[in-house]
């Protein structure tokens, strides 16, 4: 039977840049200064308590000049999780932003795609372009969690859970997973990197990260059908949009975390 859940975004860092660093394709010349913000999510119901990705820390901050606002993992308190609890994480993939802080959730097991541990410890490494987001700290202790047995690896689409599913979408990364959360108002699509902005998908301009331009624009078109093709279903990885479209929980919380178990405010 399938299970719905509240679902959450904590955003805990952002980056001011150009709009051209956004896109493949040179955007219009109007778009101008173009941020992205960095999230965690969190699906939580009655059975289980469910994490997607774990963020950076202060210290990848400053090495890539990140503005960061809160520790990810501390920051789940906000929702009423604790990270050293937390028995099950999703990675949606190895770069910098999505498996840092990985070490302070002592008691999870994380669920990766084979392709993407595949990609962060073979050749293509080996290309400064390619390794630029990953971390080579975050991968070698990966490594070690898979000797712990704490690494659950998947091979493509699977219902991880009732009402959680992992789905397969490549092109940023070679392993790249988006997430889908059966909530009240229907399948959220947690596109992670997929698509950072929703004007990525929109414009069909393609984030300038990418292994296979067309394994990411085929991608785009996954996320759509796994939308039931309700746009207003997918949540971009990177995109202020998302603080503007959904509500915070509480306001107190907001600027930090919306809800994302509900229709976006432009539905």
């Known amino acids: 039977?399938?299970?719905?859940?509240?679902?959450?975004?904590?955003?805990?860092?952002?980056?001011?840049?150009?709009?051209?660093?956004?896109?493949?394709?040179?955007?219009?010349?109007?778009?101008?200064?173009?941020?992205?913000?960095?999230?965690?999510?969190?699906?939580?119901?009655k059975s289980r308590t469910v994490v997607i990705d774990t963020g950076f820390n202060q210290e990848a901050a400053d090495a890539r000049k990140r503005t960061f606002l809160r520790c990810p993992a501390d920051a789940l308190s906000l929702v009423g999780v604790d990270a050293k609890t937390v028995e099950d994480v999703i990675i949606t993939h190895l770069h910098y932003d999505h498996v840092g802080n990985f070490d302070l959730f002592p008691k999870t097991r994380f669920h990766l795609q084979d392709k993407e541990m595949q990609y962060a410890t073979g050749r293509y490494m080996a290309h400064k372009t390619l390794r630029v987001a990953y971390d080579?700290?975050?991968?070698?202790?990966?490594?070690?969690?898979?000797?712990?047995e704490r690494v659950c690896f998947h091979d493509g689409d699977t219902?991880?859970?009732?009402?959680?599913?992992?789905?397969?979408?490549?092109?940023?990364?070679?392993?790249?997973?988006?997430?889908?959360v059966e909530t009240a108002r229907g399948r959220v699509v947690l596109a992670s990197d997929a698509s950072h902005l929703y004007h990525n998908m929109w414009d069909r301009n393609p984030y300038r990260t990418v292994?296979?331009?067309?394994?990411?624009?085929?991608?785009?078109?996954?996320?759509?059908?796994?939308?039931g093709g309700n746009e207003d279903l997918i949540v971009p990885g990177?995109?202020?949009?998302v603080m503007d479209y959904y509500p915070a929980?509480?306001?107190?919380?907001?600027?930090?975390?919306?809800?994302?178990?509900?229709?976006?405010?432009?539905?």
């Open 1 to 45: 039977m399938t299970e719905t859940y509240e679902l959450f975004a904590i955003k805990y860092a952002t980056h001011d840049r150009d709009a051209t660093e956004n896109f493949i394709d040179d955007p219009d010349p109007h778009e101008g200064n173009m941020p992205i913000d960095y999230f965690v999510w969190v699906a939580i119901n």
């Open 136 to 148: 080579v700290e975050h991968i070698v202790g990966m490594v070690r969690e898979i000797y712990r």
């Open 159 to 180: 219902e991880l859970f009732p009402g959680i599913g992992l789905h397969f979408i490549g092109g940023h990364t070679m392993g790249l997973q988006s997430v889908t």
């Open 211 to 227: 292994l296979h331009i067309g394994d990411m624009m085929e991608g785009h078109e996954k996320l759509r059908r796994l939308a």
């Open 238 to 241: 990177h995109d202020p949009l």
């Open 249 to 267: 929980p509480s306001p107190d919380l907001e600027g930090k975390v919306i809800r994302l178990d509900v229709a976006p405010k432009t539905a």
